[in-house]
Structure formats: structure tokens, C-alpha cells
């Protein structure tokens, strides 16, 4: 089998590589070429999860999991909090045949859902970008979104203000005004990606305006919420996956409180496989849920294998 270390994926997998793989992703699974496998996520105690996601893509040879999850206390160790790792097999065989770092992986793949959806979803004419989540994750999220619009100015809310500079300075590397703002001047906003780790609702359905496109991000786990249930009622709502947005996505709520049913989300493969319409109109709210599917995990690992074995990178192991 073949080993991808961590340190090489930043040298070897753009914003590009990964936005690719991801929509081929999300098309094959709309075709049913590639499916989903139960998620299996357990609470070791002490703030401590841990995980794997896994599935098939018969279209792109396929098969593995990502085993990952959430350590509070690596933080104080110099380590990140969220850690992963990769494992693909062949589908016809069952043999291994890499092992992918899957912290960066994750960060690329989950940012290219969002643009994706900005890209499919979104005004043509979208000017103003809103940004509810200063973490980690969210500066990825913010450079991918600036690469499917013309943005002229970035708005942000964070429930910790004092992370909110580091978002500024990202924007200013991509050229672009940055205002910290109150919730209520969402509406202000074009597009709106939220990625946090909320317990509760921070985006009210009254800091959106019509024709606004969202990506819900940072749900993705039961008691997760970051925008008032009534705005899903309002937008025609997107996911990757419906049976992961009615149970751990931001659906999940609206679901619960009867406002929508499963049947009234569109997976946005369909979109992209010109199997489902869009958005329909300019005053349209448009609204992705992004879960994190494992077969995303999967698309831009093997995206990272394939770039390793070109460049003679990868490490060659028996197992
Ligand atoms: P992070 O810990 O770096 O940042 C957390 C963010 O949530 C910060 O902006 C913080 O201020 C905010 N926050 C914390 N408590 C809050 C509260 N009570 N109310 C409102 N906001 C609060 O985490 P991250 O790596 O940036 O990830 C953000 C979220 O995205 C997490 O929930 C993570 O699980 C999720 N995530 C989702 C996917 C996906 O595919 N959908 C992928 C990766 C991460």
C-alpha cells in the first residue's frame, strides 16, 4: 500500500483538485454510483469523539473510511484538535492500498462543499460575503468562496469577537474589505456561510434577505443548530446527503419542529448531474446544509494519492 503523509497534502492538493473531486463526488452520488455507510461516532468522555465515515464509489474505484475525530487537550500538546486519517482499499479485492493524512483533507474537501454550493446556488450578481464563524475551519471556507464570485467586501459575526481579526487578515490577503459586524446586518449580505460549532441558533430566518444564498456548514452532529429553523421553511434547502441533514445537518431541527420533510431537500448532486432545477428565482433563498460526507473524505484522498504517485512522492509499504 501506499502512505500520504499529512506534511505532503498541503504540496500536493489545491482548492481546485479538491472542488473537483468533491463535485464528481456529490454527482456520483446522485446517479447512485457511490453511497454512504452508516456513520459510526462515539463520546469518549472528557469533550473527547471519535469516528469513522466510510462508502463506495463504484464510478471512481472507490472504497474506504476515514477514521477521525475531536481531542479537546491536543491543543496544550502542540497538535491540533481535530485529527484524521484515510484509509482506501480496492473495491474488488478488499487488499489496502493507501493510508492519506486527513486533517488538511478535511479542511480542503469541506470548504469545497460550500463553494460548490455558492457556485451552483448563489446570484450570478453577488457582491456582499457574510461569514457567521471565525474558527479553523472558517478561513477555508472564506478563500474557496472567493474563488466562485466576484466579492467586493467580506462581513463577519463570531460569537468570540476576538477571532474575528484573524478572518480580517485573510480577507485581506484576498484583496477585499472586511467589516465585523452585529447579526442583524446579515442582511446585508449576498452569501452567507456559517460554520461554528453552536449549540443553539445564532442566525435568525429576520437577518436574511430574500435572495440570499447560505451554506450551512458546522452542523454535523445531533445537538448542533447555527440558524433558526423558520429560515429553512422560508429557502429551498440543498444537502449532500438527506439522511445525514434530516438527522445530524442543520435539517435536523426544522425536520423535528415539522416545518419541512425530507422530501423537500434536493440533493445538490442532482444539481450538478442536471438531474434537479437550482435556484429558480432572484429573491429565492437558497440554503446548503453541508453534513461532511465520507465519501468526500474519500474523493480527495484519492486525489492526494494519485498526485503523490505522479510526482513519485507516495511511500511504498507491504502490509
Ligand atoms: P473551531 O473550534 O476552530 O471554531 C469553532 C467556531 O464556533 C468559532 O467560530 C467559535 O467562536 C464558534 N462557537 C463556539 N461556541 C459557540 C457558541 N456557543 N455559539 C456560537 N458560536 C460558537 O472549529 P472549526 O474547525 O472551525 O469547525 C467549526 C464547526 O464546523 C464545528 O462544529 C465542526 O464540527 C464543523 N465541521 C463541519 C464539517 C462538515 O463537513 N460539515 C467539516 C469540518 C468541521
Redesign the pocket.
Known amino acids: 500500500m501506499l502512505i500520504v503523509p499529512e506534511a505532503l497534502i498541503a504540496g500536493l492538493v489545491t482548492a481546485e483538485d479538491a472542488f473537483g473531486a468533491i463535485e464528481a463526488c456529490f454527482a456520483a452520488m446522485a446517479r447512485d454510483e457511490a453511497y454512504n455507510f452508516p456513520v459510526i461516532r462515539e463520546a469518549l468522555g472528557e469533550g473527547r469523539q471519535y469516528g469513522f465515515k466510510s462508502g463506495l464509489d463504484r464510478a471512481g474505484g472507490v472504497m474506504g473510511v476515514k477514521a477521525g475525530g475531536?481531542f479537546p487537550g491536543n491543543a496544550a500538546k502542540g497538535m491540533i484538535?481535530?485529527q484524521s486519517s484515510v484509509f482506501l482499499f480496492n473495491p474488488e479485492t478488499g487488499r489496502p492500498t493507501a493510508m492519506v493524512g486527513g486533517n488538511l483533507l478535511?479542511?480542503l474537501r469541506?470548504a469545497a462543499?460550500s463553494a460548490i454550493s455558492i457556485d451552483r446556488l448563489a446570484r450570478k450578481d453577488a457582491k456582499v460575503l457574510g461569514m457567521v464563524?471565525?474558527?479553523?475551519?472558517?478561513q477555508f471556507q472564506l478563500r474557496a468562496a472567493a474563488k466562485v464570485r466576484e466579492f467586493e467586501k467580506v462581513i463577519a459575526w463570531?460569537?468570540?469577537p476576538d477571532?474575528l481579526p484573524k478572518l480580517g487578515e485573510v480577507t485581506a490577503e484576498l484583496g477585499l474589505p472586511f467589516e465585523a459586524v452585529p447579526l442583524d446586518r446579515m442582511v446585508e449580505a449576498d452569501v452567507i456561510v456559517t460554520?461554528?460549532?453552536?449549540?443553539?441558533a445564532?442566525l435568525m430566518s429576520a437577518h436574511v434577505s430574500p435572495g440570499t444564498h447560505l451554506a450551512c456548514?458546522?452542523?454535523?452532529?445531533i445537538g448542533?443548530q447555527e440558524v433558526e429553523p423558520a429560515l429553512l421553511a422560508r429557502a429551498r434547502v440543498f444537502t449532500d446527503e438527506v439522511a445525514q441533514s434530516v438527522t445530524i445537518g442543520e435539517a435536523q431541527h426544522a425536520v423535528a419542529a415539522g416545518l419541512i420533510r425530507a422530501e423537500d431537500i434536493t440533493p445538490i448532486g442532482a444539481v450538478i448531474a442536471g438531474l434537479a432545477e437550482g435556484r429558480q428565482s432572484d429573491d429565492q433563498i437558497t440554503l446548503f446544509d453541508?453534513?461532511?460526507v465520507g465519501l468526500?473524505d474519500l474523493a480527495v484522498a484519492s486525489t492526494a494519492v494519485r498526485l503523490a504517485e505522479e510526482r513519485g512522492l507516495a511511500i511504498k509499504v507491504e502490509v
Open positions: 475531536y484538535n481535530h478535511t479542511a469541506t462543499a464563524g471565525a474558527g479553523h475551519q472558517a463570531n460569537y468570540h477571532m460554520i461554528t460549532s453552536s449549540p443553539a445564532s456548514m458546522g452542523t454535523d452532529t448542533k453541508g453534513t461532511g468526500q
